[in-house]
């Protein structure tokens, strides 16, 4: 092969491989819409929703039980991305009741855009249990949700939801939602993705090099 040619082809191959090379970008999510809802009297049944409280609420006691629900837009991350990390982060505002201790967890699953009743009725574990005891609430809790946003993202989900369930309702818990007041307590989902080029686009960048390293070997001595 000759030489020149070799020379451009190496080159070519270096410059798609710089192109598909992209460092980690981080970015941070709030709730396109988060609320809790209220099983009470507990009969297993979920009877009113809260979209606009300053507080998500998990736990309860022997007459009822509260779970929420937050729910995410994945829009901002380019196509053909990869997730690296995703990260849930919570701050609890409040905790209530007798005492005792409980585990958090987190399931998640398809959104909409928008949180109902049905979505307290999901079972998907992906992250959990977060063991807390009666007391002052913890300043932050985080659960790490990289493969359930992955698939999520994956799959082509425009919004990931995910939903908070405490086992066993020892007693209340609050989280501060998207509504409250102080903006440190609202929740977020920290997103750390690498985007990568669409195979189109490396392969015109490829070919592009290769065609002007050509284009000036044939060029006369000046």
Do not use: W
Not at 67 to 73: M, V
Not at 86 to 106: E, K, R, T
Not at 184 to 211: H, K, M, N, Q, W
Request: hydrophobic letters at 45%; a negative charge.
């Amino acid at each position: 092969m000759n030489r020149n040619y070799s020379c451009c082809i190496v080159l070519a191959a270096s410059l798609a491989a710089a192109t598909s090379a992209k460092a980690a970008v981080g970015i941070s999510l709030s709730p396109v819409e988060d609320a809790f809802a209220t099983d009470q009297p507990k009969d297993g049944v979920f009877d009113s929703l809260f979209p606009t409280s300053p507080a998500n609420i998990v736990g309860g006691n022997s007459s009822a039980e509260y779970r929420s629900a937050l729910e995410f837009q994945l829009t901002a991350i380019p196509p053909n991305s990869i997730i690296n990390s995703a990260i849930l982060d919570l701050h609890g505002v409040a905790a209530s009741g007798s005492g005792g201790s409980m585990g958090v967890y987190v399931h998640a699953y398809v959104g909409d855009g928008h949180v109902q009743l049905s979505d307290m009725y999901v079972n998907n574990p992906v992250a959990g249990p977060y063991n807390v005891s009666l007391g002052p609430p913890p300043p932050l809790v985080q659960f790490d949700v990289t493969n359930a946003i992955n698939g999520l993202y994956t799959s082509g989900a425009t919004y990931a939801g995910l939903m908070l369930r405490a086992i066993p309702t020892a007693f209340t818990l609050q989280f501060g939602s998207n509504d409250n007041g102080i903006a440190s307590a609202r929740p977020t989902l920290d997103i750390a993705y690498t985007a990568v080029p669409e195979p189109s686009t490396l392969a015109l960048a490829a070919f592009g090099a290769v065609a002007l390293l050509m284009a000036r070997r044939r060029l006369p001595p000046g």
